[in-house]
């Protein structure tokens, strides 16, 4: 079963940039579908990236479409959440999370494995 662990959390001021990493162990990263998603206190969870299982197709939450970025490096068995112009309603728990479906889905319920989170604070 594979196990993943984020990093680069931090606090971060308004129109400032962080890169968030997933390392996976006990699976590969490129046979799963790969998906971010975060959460503010007291709101759900919501879908922020995702990319799609073999390939690169990635998809986008409107909220963060042309600011952030997903990508996948398979020789480090790692995915990453490149996060530009960041906004303090960017502030949550961001975690990652890999899909045992061979689609891509923006619904959390659709992914098995996750992480512990890491904490992004956005300070304006």
């Known amino acids: 079963q594979v196990q993943l662990v984020e990093s680069g959390g931090g606090l971060v001021q308004a129109g400032g940039s962080l890169r968030l990493s997933c390392a996976a162990s006990?699976?590969?990263?490129?046979?799963?579908?790969m998906g971010w998603f975060r959460q503010a206190p007291g709101k759900e969870r919501e879908f922020v990236a995702v990319?799609?299982?073999?390939?690169?197709?990635?998809n986008y939450a409107e909220s963060v479409k042309g600011r952030f970025t997903m990508s996948r490096d398979g020789a480090k068995n790692t995915v990453y959440l490149q996060m530009n112009s960041l906004k303090p309603e960017d502030t949550a728990v961001y975690y990652c999370a890999a899909s045992d479906f061979p689609r891509s889905s923006i619904r959390a319920v659709m992914y098995q494995h996750w992480g512990q989170g890491t904490q992004v604070t956005v300070s304006s």
């Open positions: 006990g699976g590969t990263v490129t046979n799963y579908v």
């Open positions: 990319i799609s299982r073999f390939g690169s197709t990635t």
